[in-house]
């Protein structure tokens, strides 16, 4: 059975810092995506990860997967106060798409 | 282009009634799941189906049906309400293997 374990779930940031956001899942698959929500709304596709070794980067974010230790990370570089959302990583394991609890960010200025 | 489409936006029901969610996307994806979302609990899938007339259940199945008669839509039947099922559900569509779609979710509350 798939599972899907984000670390940490939540964390408390200042402007400027970097930091890593860890997401481990339990069986083969190399199929991984990032999506964000920010509070009352829906969630928004950020990465697509199809392979092994696959890096994305999107303005201070960057994402990459390595399916051999079945994880991924997110990185977040310089932060500022609006990458302030919760962030899921889910994983594509047999048609079915499993979630991880998310990662709540805040920010400080 | 709508994208993926939930209806109701907002519902509550009494203990015991049934309803349906209604979801339907515009796109001519295979994939559509449906989640509930619950506070620390991320998004947890309920049933999904990959293609018109195939459905199976995802990790918390128990108390509700679907079924998928056209690639458009696929409904969420909640058969008896219950308060365990006051939660936010969400449906999502994907072309297959480029990650979901989500519609706009539909806040439940059962009394």
């Known amino acids: 059975e798939l599972k899907v374990e984000q670390n940490p779930l939540f964390l408390s940031m200042q402007e400027g810092k970097n930091y890593t956001i860890y997401c481990n899942y339990s069986t083969t698959s190399d199929r991984l995506y990032w999506y964000r929500q920010d509070p009352g709304k829906s969630l928004e596709s950020l990465f697509v990860l199809l392979s092994n070794g696959a890096v994305k980067q999107e303005g201070r974010l960057m994402a990459s997967l390595d399916t051999k230790a079945r994880l991924s990370t997110l990185h977040i570089t310089a932060a500022v106060h609006d990458l302030s959302a919760t962030y899921f990583c889910a994983v594509d394991g047999d048609d079915k798409i499993i979630f991880g609890k998310g990662t709540r960010l805040h920010i400080l200025p | 282009n709508a994208g993926v489409t939930q209806t109701p936006k907002f519902q509550v029901l009494k203990t015991g009634q049934s309803m349906t969610l209604q979801c339907a996307q515009d796109?001519?994806?295979?994939?559509m799941s449906w989640y509930r979302q619950d506070p620390g609990m991320g998004l947890r899938l309920i049933h999904y189906?990959?293609?018109?007339?195939?459905?199976d259940q995802g990790e918390v199945p128990n108390g509700y049906n679907v079924s998928r008669s056209t690639t458009e839509d696929f409904p969420l039947r909640l058969l008896s309400a219950a308060p365990s099922q006051t939660s936010v559900y969400f449906c999502?569509?994907?072309?297959?293997?480029?990650?979901?779609?989500f519609g706009s979710g539909t806040r439940l509350t059962v009394v």
């Open positions: 189906s990959v293609g018109a007339g195939i459905t």
């Open positions: 999502a569509s994907s072309p297959s293997y480029y990650g979901y779609t």
């Open positions: 796109m001519n994806h295979e994939y």
